[in-house]
């Protein structure tokens, strides 16, 4: 990382801001140019390692991308502010947090595991709804890719009046 003063490395601040964002950008290796997709996700944290869960189709796009190669880029970026300056350009800043992360895909047929994932992914969407539990038939046809990263860095510029 260039800019080390900006790098997070508190796991309860990384923790924090992935427990806020509600979208991650998956890159996925395209046939000639790379294919970035947003999605909602579920989580959970093994110690220090993220894995993530996002539903959708058993295929498509991303599914055959993925049997291709899954080796995937995450991003996910929150809390932008403008930070002004004075009249000169130079001394504008922009405030922001953001997680990148490398790792691997894999897609997810075991029906439990399908069930575990989505309950994680609603449990983060709407922390404290209630919902009826998934039919067997749903979780058949809802295809899950778990994402589990090898490594991933955060960093952030805060605004002045957050710090």
């Known amino acids: ?3 080390k003063k900006r790098q997070v490395t508190d796991l309860d601040l990384i923790k924090n801001f992935v427990k806020k964002t509600q979208v991650v950008r998956i890159a996925l290796n395209g046939e000639e140019y790379p294919y970035v997709v947003p999605v909602n996700f579920g989580y959970e944290w093994a110690e220090e390692k993220l894995i993530l869960f996002v539903h959708g189709a058993n295929d498509g796009k991303k599914v055959s991308m993925l049997q291709e190669n899954p080796k995937v880029a995450i991003e996910m970026d929150g809390n932008h502010k ?6 000169n350009a130079a001394t504008y800043s922009y405030a922001y947090q953001s997680l990148i992360g490398f790792g691997k895909a894999e897609l997810v047929d075991e029906l439990e595991e399908k069930r575990r994932a989505l309950h994680l992914l609603m449990a983060h969407a709407a922390e404290d709804a209630q919902f009826d539990e998934i039919p067997e038939g749903m979780l058949k046809r809802t295809g899950i890719i778990k994402i589990t990263l090898a490594s991933y860095t955060m960093k952030e510029n805060l605004h002045p009046e957050n710090k």
């Not at 403008?82 to 009249?87: N, P, R």
């Open 82 to 87: 403008l930070i002004e300056g004075t009249m």
């Open 1 to 3: 990382m260039r800019r």
